[in-house]
Nanobody, 124 residues
Framework: VQLVESGGGLAQAGGSLSLSCVVSGGSFSSYTMGWFRQAPGKERVFVAAITWIDIKTYYTDSVKGRFTISRDNAKTTVYLQMNSLKPEDTAVYYC??????????????????WGQGTQVTVSG
């Protein structure tokens, strides 16, 4: 299973960016997908997740109302739409696949497959 993120870049505070993660191999439609981020000098933390069995979404409190996670099973792609960006959103963003559970599990350790990450920088 391979995950490839794209869409990162530089944005001004208050702006928007959209991240994509294409998954190849495996059975994307039966994976819970997550987005995590890691700021310089900090641990990787959970941002958002979307389950496969009931398409429920989950967000960390700091991004609720600003970020939206979605998935397109036909394109084997998970998205993260980021609006009203803040400088504290600056980080490397990773998508990840949890292939063992239909439920939401925020711990990064349960995600078996990871992308290489894409840098998001918010100035302002």
């Amino acid at each position: 299973v391979q995950l490839v993120e794209s869409g990162g870049g530089l944005a001004q505070a208050g702006g928007s960016l959209s991240l994509s993660c294409v998954v190849s191999g495996g059975s994307f439609s039966s994976y819970t997908m997550g987005w995590f981020r890691q700021a310089p000098g900090k641990e990787r933390v959970f941002v958002a997740a979307i389950t496969w069995i009931d398409i429920k979404t989950y967000y960390t409190d700091s991004v609720k109302g600003r970020f939206t996670i979605s998935r397109d099973n036909a394109k084997t792609t998970v998205y993260l739409q980021m609006n009203s960006l803040k400088p504290e959103d600056t980080a490397v963003y990773y998508c990840a696949a949890d292939v063992d559970s239909a439920l939401y599990r925020p711990a990064s350790s349960v995600y078996e497959y990871w992308g290489q990450g894409t840098q998001v920088t918010v100035s302002g």
